[in-house]
């Protein structure tokens, strides 16, 4: 079964703006996901020199034995990581719909501002239906 | 929008018919557009009761406009002089043209002779948006109840009209609710008439 550990949103400056975990695995507290943030957006950053062609859009996904790392970055530098089990599937999909949530409910919201942390209610709830949604439907295969 | 192919040409433009125009707007686009009034609203007040009294007053505009453009274009230029006649106008042909669907429901106020309420599970314009806890019962509905309000002034109806949450039981969000509450003139107008 699917297990995703934790999801974090990055502006394109590299601060946090949000972190949610899931499950006890993997849990941290703020100040550590604030550096596990930026030491990715420098990560990141650095991918683009170390690559042998031009052209290199950042890293797409990290392997590790005990995790998965997944990483969609739009158009703008905004970037959404997923933490997740080794050989998870679907992730990028679940990236995409996670930036359209973005842009739904937090870019429409006349209450945020511009990479200010995320304190969207509406944001929040459809994230969770989301997910729920993913794993009935990961379960189903 | 006159047609590629329609040869009449309109020397004067007060003459050319009111077209209907496109049905259909970008719901993105507009909550875009709505998301900055709020926040260009929010930088020239101080306080949240002001806020929402532009916000009103920006519907207020609209819903005069409407009332006559709809008036011309869906009823003929026929005029509602009856309380019930102008709310469900209100309720249906406003809100399906605004909206694009009919107001989930219209009711009467219990403890009032003179409150009518129309609730949505969720208002368009509110959409997207998630109030602040520390902004209390702050409603960007409030922009709706000035709609409203707007095409009760212009009908001859003068009332009261403010957008509230009220919460529901099994329900994450609550529901808004615009209550109308009409001036004294016009129950007296209502009663005269029978």
């Known amino acids: 079964m699917a297990a995703i550990y934790s999801i974090y949103i990055i502006d394109k400056s590299g601060g946090l703006i949000f972190y949610k975990d899931y499950g006890s695995k993997g849990r941290m507290d703020t100040n550590d996901s604030l550096r596990v943030a930026s030491l990715w957006h420098s990560m990141d950053a650095i991918s683009h020199q170390l690559s042998p062609t031009t052209g290199c859009s950042g890293i797409e996904l990290l392997e590790a034995d005990t995790f998965d790392l997944h990483c969609f970055q739009s158009l703008t530098g905004t970037k959404f990581f997923v933490v997740c089990e080794p050989g998870t599937q679907c992730m990028d999909a679940l990236l995409k719909v996670i930036y359209e949530l973005c842009t739904d409910y937090v870019l429409k919201n006349p209450f945020y501002e511009m990479e200010m942390p995320i304190r969207c209610e509406l944001f929040d709830i459809n994230l969770t239906q989301a997910l729920l949604k993913d794993r009935v439907v990961l379960l189903g295969r | ?194």
Request: net charge neutral; charged share 25%.
């Open chain 2, 1 to 194: 929008m006159i047609g590629v192919g329609k040869i009449k040409q309109y020397s004067n433009i007060l003459d050319k018919p009111l077209s209907k125009g496109k049905q259909e707007v970008s719901l993105s686009a507009f909550a875009f557009l709505f998301s900055e009034l709020v926040q260009y609203n929010q930088t020239q007040v101080d306080n949240i009761a002001e806020l929402e009294r532009r916000l009103e007053d920006a519907g207020y505009a609209v819903g005069a406009r409407v009332l006559e453009l709809l008036c011309h274009r869906d009823k003929g230029n026929r005029r509602e002089t009856r309380l019930l006649g102008i709310l469900s106008f209100v309720h249906s042909t406003v809100w399906k043209v605004l909206f694009g669907k009919v107001a989930d429901s219209l009711e009467k106020g219990t403890e009032h002779e003179d409150e009518y309420m129309i609730s949505e599970k969720e208002l368009l314009v509110n959409k997207f948006i998630s109030i602040p806890k520390d902004m209390g019962t702050f409603n960007c509905g409030a922009f709706v109840a000035g709609i409203v309000r707007g095409v009760l002034d212009g009908a001859g109806f003068p009332a009261v009209v403010t957008a509230h949450f009220v919460p529901m039981e099994g329900q994450q969000r609550p529901r808004t609710t615009i209550l109308i509450k009409f001036a004294e003139e016009v129950l007296r107008r209502e009663a005269r008439l029978g």
